[in-house]
């Protein structure tokens, strides 16, 4: 699998700096597992990240503040690394095996939209109200028309869809804002597509049906 469509430089830089929402990061996270060349990218700009913080003046740190810190490392440090299996990432119920990124998850039942659209919640251990979903559509089927409060990232997990913007296939990230009025993603004919999406704020559904199930879907 080798992506072609991939995450602005903006997006990227955001998520080396720390900067992006968990469920944002997420599916980054995702994407980079299988892009050596948005890895690189993020590298370069953690290095630059850190270079820019070696030319900062020292600043003061308060006691109680620096106490809290050792106790943490200390904590991290006297805990067995035996005491548990590296968590396993899970696996769907057509045997896909989902990314290493998403070992964490919690992945919840899936739920209809309608016979061709499916979807399950997808919940981050340590921000469970994160806007992440996992989206499954039926060859030739399209998601509900939509804009955008904010950024929406979609990752491909299998399968391709066809948008404004172009094809996408197993790998690619899909980026779309507030400047993307009528958002409408179509599912090629040759299969089933999976994908990985996560919202910033509440998306601006324009069918009916759409808005009926979006305050289940949470996004």
Not at 63 to 73: M, S
Not at 122 to 132: G, K, N, Q, T
């Given at each position: 699998?080798?992506?072609?469509?991939?995450?602005?430089?903006?997006?990227?830089?955001?998520?080396a700096?720390?900067?992006?929402?968990?469920?944002?990061?997420?599916?980054?996270?995702v994407?980079?597992?299988?892009?050596?060349c948005?890895?690189?990218?993020?590298?370069?700009?953690?290095?630059a990240?850190?270079?820019l913080?070696?030319?900062?003046a020292?600043?003061?740190?308060?006691?109680?503040?620096?106490?809290?810190i050792?106790?943490r490392?200390?904590?991290?440090a006297?805990?067995?690394?035996?005491s548990?299996?590296?968590?396993?990432?899970?696996?769907?119920?057509?045997?896909?095996?989902?990314?290493?990124?998403?070992?964490?998850?919690?992945?919840?039942?899936?739920?209809?939209?309608?016979?061709?659209?499916?979807?399950?919640?997808?919940?981050?251990?340590?921000?469970?109200r994160?806007?992440?979903?996992?989206?499954?559509?039926?060859?030739?089927?399209?998601?509900?028309?939509?804009?955008?409060?904010g950024?929406?990232?979609?990752?491909v997990?299998?399968?391709?869809?066809?948008?404004?913007?172009?094809?996408?296939?197993?790998?690619?990230?899909?980026?779309?804002?507030?400047?993307v009025?009528?958002?409408?993603?179509?599912?090629?004919?040759?299969?089933e597509?999976?994908?990985?999406?996560?919202?910033?704020?509440?998306?601006?559904?324009?069918?009916?049906?759409?808005?009926?199930?979006?305050?289940?879907?949470?996004?």
């Amino acid at each position: 699998m080798s992506p072609r469509q991939h995450p602005s430089d903006e997006t990227l830089l955001r998520h080396a700096a720390g900067t992006l929402g968990a469920g944002l990061r997420l599916v980054v996270d995702v994407h980079l597992e299988s892009c050596p060349c948005c890895r690189e990218q993020v590298r370069l700009f953690e290095a630059a990240g850190g270079a820019l913080l070696e030319g900062l003046a020292p600043a003061p740190v308060s006691p109680v503040l620096l106490e809290k810190i050792f106790a943490r490392i200390d904590a991290k440090a006297a805990a067995p690394q035996w005491s548990r299996a590296a968590p396993c990432a899970p696996v769907l119920d057509n045997g896909f095996a989902l990314p290493a990124a998403m070992a964490d998850c919690e992945i919840g039942p899936w739920r209809f939209v309608h016979p061709k659209l499916r979807w399950a919640r997808v919940r981050l251990p340590d921000a469970p109200r994160e806007r992440v979903i996992l989206l499954k559509i039926a060859p030739g089927h399209a998601t509900p028309a939509h804009g955008h409060g904010g950024l929406e990232l979609t990752q491909v997990l299998y399968g391709a869809f066809a948008s404004a913007h172009g094809l996408y296939g197993p790998g690619d990230l899909e980026e779309a804002d507030e400047d993307v009025k009528d958002h409408e993603p179509r599912v090629t004919e040759d299969g089933e597509c999976l994908c990985l999406a996560a919202v910033e704020s509440p998306l601006r559904i324009k069918s009916l049906l759409g808005r009926l199930f979006q305050p289940l879907m949470g996004i």
